[in-house]
């Protein structure tokens, strides 16, 4: 399973690494913290 989180402070805390670590089948991906690019919506 793949989740994309978002920069916000909550799924970077101690507590949620470890229930993510104690899950190999699951790998986190952080977008950059200002990508455009990948927002379209924010060019309106």
């Not at 909550?10 to 190999?24: F, M, S, V």
């Amino acid at each position: 399973m793949v989740l994309v989180w978002d920069n916000h402070s909550w799924p970077t805390a101690a507590r949620i690494r470890q229930e993510l670590a104690d899950r190999p089948w699951v790998s986190v991906v952080f977008p950059p913290r200002y990508a455009p690019q990948l927002k379209p919506v924010e060019t309106l």
